[in-house]
């Protein structure tokens, strides 16, 4: 059953802690992407790759996050430092250009910054 | 404006009835429409996708699209406490190539039984 791997699931960190969360695509999906939902924005898209190479990062703030793919199965959002309004639920997905435009989620990444 | 606009709903409907979700877009160079479902605490699962005016069926499941007047619903006949969700709508800027979602709000609906 392929589906997209995130962890952790649950995070609960400090104001000003860095936060590290992975996501393990879907093996053979060539595009991933990185949102963050919450409930007066919805979701939102942060950033996304197409074989490994950032095609948008536009909805990340620069300061403070970075997302990268160091390999075609890890991809990482990396917030430092955290602030309490990056409190959220963080989505990985992926999707296989060759497939048409339907991607799968992950179960998310809630993350709590006290 | 909005790349994506929903019914804020909520949606209340009996079990049994049908129930319509509706959704605008503001890009009239999409090519690609998603309706997602989320249960509360859970991730957006894909149910339809329709890239053609008209309609498309799966199921109990019925996707409408108007490239013309920029407007995609989904119908959910016979509905069950089971659909009891938010539904997210979504749309693909990027022409036919996959890339960019936007997604609207999400209309919570509730299926009563």
């Known amino acids: 059953d392929a589906r997209v791997t995130q962890t952790p699931r649950h995070k609960v960190t400090e104001m000003g802690q860095e936060v590290t969360m992975r996501c393990q695509p879907i093996?053979?999906?060539?595009?991933v992407f990185w949102y963050r939902q919450t409930m007066m924005q919805g979701l939102e898209l942060l950033a996304y790759?197409?074989?490994?190479?950032?095609?948008?990062d536009s909805g990340m703030p620069k300061d403070r996050f970075s997302a990268e793919m160091p390999d075609a199965t890890l991809a990482t959002l990396k917030i430092q430092p955290s602030e309490p309004r990056d409190s959220a639920v963080y989505f990985c997905?992926?999707?296989?250009?060759?497939?048409?435009?339907?991607?799968?989620f992950g179960e998310g990444s809630w993350l709590t910054v006290v | 404006q909005k790349e994506v606009e929903q019914n804020s709903g909520p949606l209340s409907v009996p079990e049994g009835a049908i129930a319509s979700l509706n959704c605008t877009y503001s890009?009239?160079?999409?090519?690609?429409f998603f309706w997602y479902r989320q249960y509360s605490g859970k991730s957006p699962e894909l149910i339809m996708s329709?890239?053609?005016?008209g309609d498309k069926e799966d199921g109990r499941f019925t996707a409408q699209l108007n490239k013309a007047s920029q407007y995609v619903s989904l119908l959910i006949r016979d509905s069950q406490p089971s659909d009891s969700a938010t539904y997210l709508c979504?749309?693909?800027?990027?022409?036919?190539?996959?890339?960019?979602?936007?997604f609207g709000r999400g209309t919570q609906l509730t299926v009563w039984p």
């Open positions: 093996l053979g999906h060539n595009t």
């Open positions: 790759f197409r074989n490994r190479a950032p095609l948008d």
């Open positions: 890009d009239r160079g999409s090519q690609s």
């Open positions: 329709i890239y053609s005016n």
């Open positions: 997905a992926s999707g296989l250009v060759a497939s048409g435009n339907t991607i799968y």
């Open positions: 979504a749309v693909n800027k990027g022409g036919s190539t996959l890339g960019r979602l936007y």
